[in-house]
Each structure stands twice: as C-alpha cells, then as structure tokens.
C-alpha cells in the first residue's frame, strides 16, 4: 500500500511540472531558445537619432524560462565589414526559435544564406529558392 502511494505522489508531483518543462524544447545546440508560445506582438519603440559610429539594435521579446521579457533597445558600435541583424523569433515546426541576431560578416553573404532568389522567403520554406522572380 505504501508502494502505491509513494508512486501515485511521485506522478502527481511529476505532473504539476509538465507545463513548465513542455515550455522549452529540445535542441541540438545549448544556446538556442525554442518554446511552444507565441512571443507578444513587438513594441513600439521611438528610434533615437542617429550616432555616428553605432548602429541601433532594436528591442525584443527575450525568454527568462518562464514567461517572455522585454529587452530594450540599445546601439550597439559599428564593427567594419559586419552588418548588425536584429534579434527575432522564427516559427518553426517544433515550436518559437529566437534568433538573438548581432554582428554577421558581410550583409549580402547572410542574406544569400537565408533568402538565396531574394524573393522574401527563407531557403528552407522556398518550393524554389533559386527562382530570380520577386513578388
């Protein structure tokens, strides 16, 4: 009788935990967030002028493990021969991946990487991503 008590409270108490587990998946690489919930639509944020010398790095939706979190904006020093991407989230099949964006070497060389025909959609759900057409 103690055996079964002991396992029913051991499930019970496993159970009460699942929301908070199902919210991260599994990835191959430690460093990427992926989670099952839609991050809030972005906030407006007003652009400061610009600074010579620094790039703007718009805000985000960070995930704390819990719940979504804003980030503010921020500039961020100019480093030659990158070009700054912004951080965003990507739908994927498994679920929201957040893309935490920063410093890439070469604009046009992450560009082809991600949208090869440059017609607005990414490689991996372009039918053609060789196609040179643009909508």
């Known amino acids: 009788m103690k055996t079964i008590l002991a396992t029913a409270a051991a499930i019970l108490i496993g159970t009460a935990f699942v929301p908070v587990a199902e919210a991260q998946a599994a990835h191959p690489r430690a ?3 992926v989670v099952h919930k839609a991050p809030p639509a972005p ?3 007003r652009i400061p002028a610009a600074r010579k010398g620094f790039a703007w ?3 985000y ?3 704390n493990g819990r719940r ?3 980030v503010a904006g921020h500039w961020e020093k100019v480093r030659p021969g990158h070009a ?3 951080a965003q989230w990507v739908h994927e099949r498994n679920g ?3 893309d935490r964006g920063g410093w890439h070497q070469g604009r046009h060389q992450v560009a082809a990487r991600r949208d090869r025909d440059g017609d607005g959609v990414p490689n991996r759900y372009d039918a053609r991503p060789g196609n040179p057409h643009r909508y």
Request: no cysteine.
């Open 84 to 86: 700054y991407q912004r």
């Open 57 to 59: 790095a718009p805000g």
């Open 61 to 63: 939706w960070n995930w």
């Open 43 to 45: 906030r407006h944020e």
């Open 96 to 98: 929201w991946r957040l």
């Open 68 to 70: 979504h979190e804003w």
């Open 31 to 33: 460093d990427v967030i």
